[in-house]
């Protein structure tokens, strides 16, 4: 009988254990997505980007011969619908790892195991299963460090090709329309602009990573911060949605690694702390919602969502001008430097003084690469009560980090249109995406300081003396 393969964010064909582990039995495979609780929930950016990676996985699987069954609902009603409507006996997936998606799968797997019916999870998502890695003492790491050198030396098992065969059954269940889904709804601001600056689906990742490997690997290390350079590999998106598989970057870093590449090292570390997020969210979900460290809870943060200053730092108004480039490049592109996602989250959490909560939540709206784990991880390491954090006092300053990162200045001219006499198209994209709400256009007159940097620094300072040091 058919197998029912059930693909969330691994929505690729090669390095994917459980959908080869599946077409390798060959019975009949139906690939299906559900549009659950879970896509309702993500926010606009990661949501639209989803329906870009559902049309490309699509295309790939109809290339291959077989189809993706869309459907929408809860899951566990779905899948028992598609059980009935195919005569399938086994769902399989590939596991994820925050709180929601563990409780969610417990319940479909028990309840489909009750019925008779073959319900198992696979690895695929991670390098290394969050439970497989403990420290001398039984624990798990809360220091990056440690854990990198825990991890480093483990035999990752290498990629699983693409199935030769992709084996289909004899009548297809019924589908949603992709359209109907209308994914890109939230984005009514500019969906349009941002679509330009996407890439989705497994053979561009694929691409990414070829290029990546062969021009730009080697400087990595020493060019990853240039806020100008095309110096990173551009995976997150990728990786987020599972259209690649982190053991297919891990053995091609590992390569690079032996034919001398320079910078290869370091890029398995950057993947390693994606492992990290992975490895704190599951031991300690807490991470996603609430100040991981004790003590952080009545520090004096706002919440307030139309707090003058959290509304100028989301529409890249903040007058600073490396944090607005940062936060433009985001809204416009979905995605945003390592770098400047640092100063940015720093200037919220310090010169502005607003709870991390409230940008992670605006980052979580915006990023195409969403991701729940490295982004609560990000929050929290620049806010300071995150486990391994950057320390509250370390304040990024974010004119001496655009000196450094963005000397001449060409990463906010791409951004920022504002007092430019022909900004480049970039710059204007960013007035063709916000909504008509914002009431800003090309002819606006450069933004003002929202804070003195000093007296924000003071003022950031001063909060956590108060907090912490003891009388
Ligand atoms: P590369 O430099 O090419 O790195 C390769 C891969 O390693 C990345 O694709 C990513 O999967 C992983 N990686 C690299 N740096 C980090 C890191 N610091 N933490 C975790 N994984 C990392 N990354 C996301 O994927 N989704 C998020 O929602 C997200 N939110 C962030 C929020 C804040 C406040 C901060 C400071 C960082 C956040 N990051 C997030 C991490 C990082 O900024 C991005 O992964 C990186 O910029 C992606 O670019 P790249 O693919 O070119 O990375």
């Known amino acids: 009988s058919p197998i ?8 690729r064909l090669a390095d994917h254990p459980g959908f080869s582990a599946a077409c390798a039995t060959g019975r009949p495979v139906i690939p299906v997505f559900v549009h659950d609780g879970r896509v309702e929930a993500l926010g606009a950016a990661p949501r639209f980007r989803l329906g870009l990676g559902l049309a490309a996985f699509a295309d790939s699987l109809n290339a291959a011969g077989s189809r993706l069954i869309l459907r929408r609902g809860d899951p566990l009603a779905e899948l028992r619908a598609l059980l009935a409507e195919t005569g ?5 997936w590939s596991r994820l790892y925050d709180p929601a998606s563990i409780a969610q799968d ?15 999870s696979f690895a695929g998502h991670l390098l290394f299963e969050p439970w497989t890695v403990e420290t001398g003492t039984g624990g798990f790491y809360k220091v990056y460090s440690p854990f990198w050198r825990a991890v480093r030396g483990i035999d990752v098992a290498p990629p699983v090709p693409v199935p030769t065969r992709l084996p289909v059954p004899s009548v297809w269940p019924g589908s949603d329309r992709l359209e109907s889904w209308h994914m890109d709804a939230a984005m009514g601001r500019g969906g349009a602009v941002v679509a330009r600056y996407q890439s989705p689906g497994e053979e561009m990742a694929l691409r990414k990573l070829d290029v990546f490997v062969d021009k730009r690997i080697d400087l990595y290390k020493q060019d990853r911060d240039n806020l100008d350079a095309e110096a990173t590999s551009g995976l997150s998106d990728h990786l987020s949605l599972g259209e690649i598989g982190p053991r297919t970057l891990w053995h091609r870093g590992q390569e690079a690694i032996r034919s001398g590449a320079a910078g290869a090292e370091h890029f398995l570390k950057e993947l390693v702390w994606r492992e990290f997020a992975y490895h704190l969210m ?5 991470i996603l919602d609430r100040n991981w460290r004790a003590g952080w809870e009545t520090f004096p943060w706002s919440e307030d969502r139309d707090n003058p200053g959290f509304v ?14 940062a936060m433009r490049e985001m809204y416009v592109t979905g995605r945003m430097h390592n770098r400047a996602r640092m100063v940015a989250a720093s200037f919220l959490t310090k010169h502005l003084m607003v709870h991390w909560k409230l940008g992670m939540d605006w980052f979580a709206d915006c990023l195409t690469d969403w991701d729940p784990a490295s982004n609560a991880m990000g929050w929290q390491w620049v806010a300071g009560c995150g486990p391994d954090a950057a320390p509250f006092f370390r304040v990024f300053n974010p004119e001496t980090q655009a000196a450094k990162f963005d000397a001449g200045g060409a990463y906010r ?8 006499k022909q900004p480049p198209q970039t710059a204007l994209d960013f007035f063709s995406a916000i909504p ?20 924000g620094r003071k003022r950031a300072l001063a909060a956590y003396s108060d907090q912490f040091s003891t009388p």
């Not at 029912?4 to 929505?11: A, C, G, M, P, S």
């Not at 399938?88 to 399989?92: H, K, M, N, R």
């Open 4 to 11: 029912i393969f059930w693909f969330r964010r691994d929505l």
């Open 88 to 92: 399938a006996g086994a769902v399989w």
């Open 106 to 120: 417990q319940k479909v797997k028990a309840a489909l195991r009750n019925a008779g019916c073959d319900a198992r």
């Open 282 to 286: 599951y031991h300690s979900p807490h």
């Open 312 to 325: 100028a730092w989301c529409r890249g108004r903040t007058g600073e001008p490396l944090v607005d480039a």
């Open 413 to 420: 001219k791409r951004w920022i249109a504002e007092a430019q």
């Open 436 to 455: 008509r709400a914002w009431m800003l256009d090309r002819d606006a007159s450069p933004a003002q300081p929202v804070v003195s940097l000093e007296a």
